[in-house]
């Protein structure tokens, strides 16, 4: 069986929606086959490196366990950095998502392709900072901490998110959907847990609904879509009051899911489309990470 090895990740975003792209890429490296997110440092917002005439940046650190060697690593972040739609126009340039592998293990690797640690971790505070807050015992990242001068501060995002994800039981079946990398991200960001439909007035346990013809109809034909378009509603105004730009939904609940939810025959078949909380969310653009 192949050994774990830690790895120590630099993510970076200064285009469009920076916190959800850095979270997106977090949560497609924890799926990644051999690849699991064990640490995620505060969130730190930062002058642009190398050039500076572009947006500022999002920047954050993981340490992850991984199976995987280091080429097939870095080979997989690449391929995430693909689907967000990096581009790589011009050296330093801005960029929706950057994956950077600054530490594996002990490793030493200097070749074109990866080099391990990273050549510049030393000259950049964006990276020394977050990595030091999961990384503390390395030394050498306080040694560097103060050649770089330029500005770095510590933000905490707010996220919308379905509370049935952080672990409260309002899930139809009178559960949750605990999501254990929501947990781990808890302390860099600030939470604002929603049900929807608890809040639309239905009651938990409840009655399994699903869309059919643009109404939200239970599974005993009872029409609940004004529970649904109410809960909605409230939800939005939520993420409204808390300048959120970002939701973490329940993916496939006839609220909270996108691009896809239930068919409305309670036969578990899948088909194209989103929840009613999940449109108004992104009517009002508001983006939207499926969990």
């Not at 503390?136 to 770089?148: F, G």
């Not at 409305?264 to 009002?284: C, M, P, Q, S, Y």
């Amino acid at each position: 069986m192949t050994r774990e090895r830690l790895a120590y990740l630099s993510l970076g975003s200064n285009m469009g929606n920076k916190l959800y792209y850095i979270v997106s890429a977090i949560q497609r490296i924890n799926i990644t086959n051999g690849v699991r997110v064990s640490k995620i440092s505060s969130f730190y917002e930062t002058d642009p490196w190398g050039v500076r005439d572009q947006d500022s940046f999002y920047n954050i650190a993981l340490e992850i366990k991984t199976t995987l060697l280091p080429f097939e690593l870095l080979r997989n972040l690449q391929k995430i950095e693909t689907e967000l739609s990096r581009k790589r126009e011009f050296r330093w340039g801005p960029r929706t998502i950057d994956i950077d592998i600054i530490f594996y293990d002990d490793l030493k690797i200097g070749i074109e392709e990866l080099t391990v640690p990273h050549p510049r971790y030393r000259d950049r505070n964006f990276v020394l900072k977050p990595m030091y807050e999961i990384y503390p015992h390395n030394e050498l990242l306080l040694k560097h901490m103060n050649r770089d001068s330029s500005k770095i501060k510590k933000i905490i995002p707010k996220i919308l998110v379905s509370s049935c994800l952080l672990g409260e039981n309002c899930n139809y079946k009178g559960g949750n959907n605990k999501n254990n990398l929501l947990i781990k991200l808890e302390n860099s960001v600030s939470y604002i847990p929603v049900c929807p439909e608890v809040m639309g007035g239905l009651e938990t346990p409840r009655i399994p609904a699903e869309i059919k013809n643009n109404k939200v109809i239970t599974k005993k034909n009872s029409d609940v879509t004004v529970e649904f378009n109410r809960g909605a509603t409230l939800a939005l105004e939520n993420a409204l009051e808390n300048n959120c730009t970002l939701a973490l939904m329940k993916g496939k609940s006839p609220s909270c899911g996108l691009g896809e939810i239930y068919s409305g025959d309670f036969t578990g078949k899948l088909v194209e489309g989103d929840g009613i909380t999940a449109k108004l969310l992104l009517k009002n653009k508001i983006d939207i990470i499926p969990v």
